[in-house]
């Protein structure tokens, strides 16, 4: 695992997916060292942030590399493959995932804004689903994630355009979650990340699982599960912590 694309902070996992030297495309090797610690993830850890140390987020795929396979399809494939089990991972992950989405986020590092819990961005971030510009569909669940953020016949109309996106629609559609000064991008979604990981993890977990299930979990089904959740949170060390410094009117100190 290199400490080039990955390194834990305080508690926070962060996850460098493109960097300068590689054109701010997505870089795989940071995606599979990421992919690595995330299957391994060290219980110390209490928040994921998704970062990218050029003049960008992720501006997408190799491009020139997808040109210069000799097997185009092949070779995207494996691409799509490792980028899948990342965002499996993710997605999957007991922590909240943070992204700090400065300059473009375009074809995959959009879907990776999409796999992101929260997604932080500036007044320049732009988003552009990038693949029909260069005639191919999208990966890293975009299809999927896309419509359940701002509704299907938004996510079409996005999608056949291919969209740029401003900072200022992103938020108003969902895909952003609030905008910082473009400088203070990275260094408030590093203080957020530092926060929840500082937070009631057990809590943070039992919500996630909560929401993945939801996805095909009827309203009576959800509501049971909500049940048993909240019991066994009452019960459990951060609940106790939580209500007992309420009650206390203090500040809690989550184990």
């Given at each position: ?103 473009w986020a375009a074809g995959a590092g959009m879907s990776l ?25 999208p990966d890293g669940g975009m299809s999927w994630t896309l ?109």
């Amino acid at each position: 695992m290199s400490s080039e694309y990955v390194e834990t902070v305080d508690g926070v996992l962060q996850i460098t997916i493109a960097t300068p030297a590689n054109g701010t495309s997505l870089d795989f090797t940071g995606v599979n060292a990421g992919s690595a610690a995330l299957r391994d993830l060290d219980p110390g850890i209490g928040a994921v942030l998704l970062q990218g140390t050029g003049g960008n987020f992720c501006a997408g795929g190799d491009v020139r590399g997808f040109a210069a396979a000799a097997d185009r399809g092949a070779h995207i494939r494996g691409l799509a493959t490792d980028l899948h089990e990342f965002v499996r991972l993710l997605d999957a992950a007991p922590v909240p995932v943070v992204a700090a989405v400065h300059g473009w986020a375009a074809g995959a590092g959009m879907s990776l804004v999409l796999a992101a819990d929260i997604a932080l961005g500036g007044p320049k971030t732009k988003l552009r689903p990038a693949y029909p510009g260069i005639g191919l569909s999208p990966d890293g669940g975009m299809s999927w994630t896309l419509p359940r953020i701002v509704g299907a016949g938004r996510a079409q109309e996005i999608l056949l355009t291919d969209a740029v996106l401003s900072a200022d629609e992103a938020v108003r559609i969902g895909i952003l979650s609030r905008l910082v000064p473009d400088e203070e991008v990275h260094s408030e979604a590093l203080r957020l990340a530092r926060t929840l990981a500082a937070g009631p993890r057990a809590a943070h977990a039992t919500i996630k699982s909560l929401l993945l299930s939801s996805r095909t979990a009827s309203l009576s089904d959800q509501l049971d599960s909500e049940t048993e959740a909240i019991a066994a949170s009452a019960n459990s060390p951060a609940g106790r912590e939580g209500v007992d410094a309420f009650v206390e009117k203090r500040r809690p100190t989550f184990p």
